[in-house]
Every structure is written in C-alpha cells, then in structure tokens.
C-alpha cells in the first residue's frame, strides 16, 4: 500500500514533467494540430493528456521499483 | 531477508498500481464510447491518419521508422482515451462556472473579485484592531 502510494507520487512528478515538455513539443512543433487556433486550442492539448501520463508513469515507475529491488536481491545474496 | 520483503512490496505495490491504472482506463474508455462516440479502432485510416499527426508531434524526437510509429500510435491512443472524458468535463466545469456565477461574474473577474474581497476583509479587521488599541 505504501508502495503503491510511492508509485503515485513519482507518476505525478514524471506527468508534471512531460507536460511541460509536452506543450513546448505541440506549441513548437504541432502545427499539423493547432493550425488556425487560437492558443487556448494548444494549452487545452497540453492539459488533456496529464491523467495519462500519470498513470502510465506510475506503472512505469512499479516496474523499475521491481527490477531495482531484483537487482539489490541478487547483488547482496 | 529484508531485501526479500523488498521485492515483495515491490510486486504488491506494483499490482495495486496496475489494478488501479486499469480500472480508470475500462472506465473512460466506457464513457468515450458510450457517450462521446470516441473511434479508437487503430486499423481504420482516418483515426490513424489523426493519431499520426499526434504522435509525430509528441515524440519529435524520435526518428520515424514503421515499428516506432505503431507504438507512438498505441501510447497516443491511450492518452487520448484518459484524456478525453477529462478535456470534455474541464469545458463542462467552465461553462457551469459561467452559468452559475451569472452575468455580473465572468470568469476574467473570478481573481479581480477574490483579490478585492480579501482586501476588504484585511482593512476591516485592521480597522477593529485599532479601535481596540484605542479604546483599551
């Protein structure tokens, strides 16, 4: 339970920080999208993809938590 | 020993996150579907041609080889099925932001009102504290 709560936490950091490269990537980038909106169009793209990246860095982040602690296991055996 | 209980917690707190992630994923993807009839067929050529555009701007970083692009288009896809009930409830939290706040309140004001408000409060409670000082 703990762990998973650990997990949570650093899936946030890791979304906090895709989404802020994120909308760098779609306001530089992204003209095939945004052409001919305004910028609220671009912010709205940055945004709306923030619970996805939350969940999938959390699992990502319990899968390397796993191979970590694999690794630790075999090393001090 | 400990480094045992380790890997177990690991794998527990890796199958609670999954368990969770899962379970939001079947349920957006069943209110995608059911209310904002959402195509995520990847196989059909207007949904790929979209998610192409995406993902071409997400991962612009990458080099554009067959393989790559079918995993950027998975990922992108399942971004968009989190995504979306998400984008469609923030527009729908606006606009009942808008009708409630009525005509006098728009949401530019929101900050302007706050502001305001706290000021008032701030010269009123400076206003009793002198009172007290004078009087005691």
């Not at chain 1, 305004?38 to 959390?58: C, D, E, H």
């Not at chain 2, 199958?15 to 069943?30: H, K, P, S």
């Not at chain 2, 209110?31 to 041609?49: H, P, T």
């Not at chain 2, 998610?51 to 992108?76: D, Y």
């Amino acid at each position: 339970m703990e762990t998973m709560i650990k997990n949570f936490k650093t899936g946030f950091t890791l979304a906090i920080l895709i989404t802020c490269v994120q909308a760098y990537a779609i306001y530089t980038y992204g003209s095939a999208i945004t052409d001919g909106h305004p910028i609220g169009y671009t912010l709205l793209y940055s945004v709306m993809f923030f619970l996805g990246w939350f969940m999938l860095g959390s699992v990502v982040t319990g899968f390397v938590r796993l191979i970590v602690s694999l690794i630790s296991m075999l090393l001090t055996r | 020993m400990e480094k045992k209980d380790y890997v177990v917690e690991a794998v527990i707190g890796l199958i609670g996150t999954m368990v969770v992630a899962l379970a939001l994923y079947f349920v957006m993807r069943y209110i995608d579907v059911k209310y904002f009839d959402m195509k995520l067929d990847d196989s059909q050529a207007e949904v790929y041609q979209e998610l192409q555009a995406m993902s071409n701007t997400l991962f612009f970083f990458l080099p554009q080889t067959k393989w790559l692009q079918l995993i950027e288009n998975k990922i992108v896809l399942m971004l968009f099925v989190y995504g979306g009930p998400v984008l469609i409830g923030a527009i729908a939290a606006i606009g009942v932001v808008v009708v409630l706040s009525g005509l006098g309140g728009s949401i530019t004001n929101v900050a302007t009102n706050y502001v305001n408000n706290q000021a008032e409060e701030l010269q009123r409670q400076e206003e009793e504290y002198r009172w007290y000082s004078h009087y005691h």
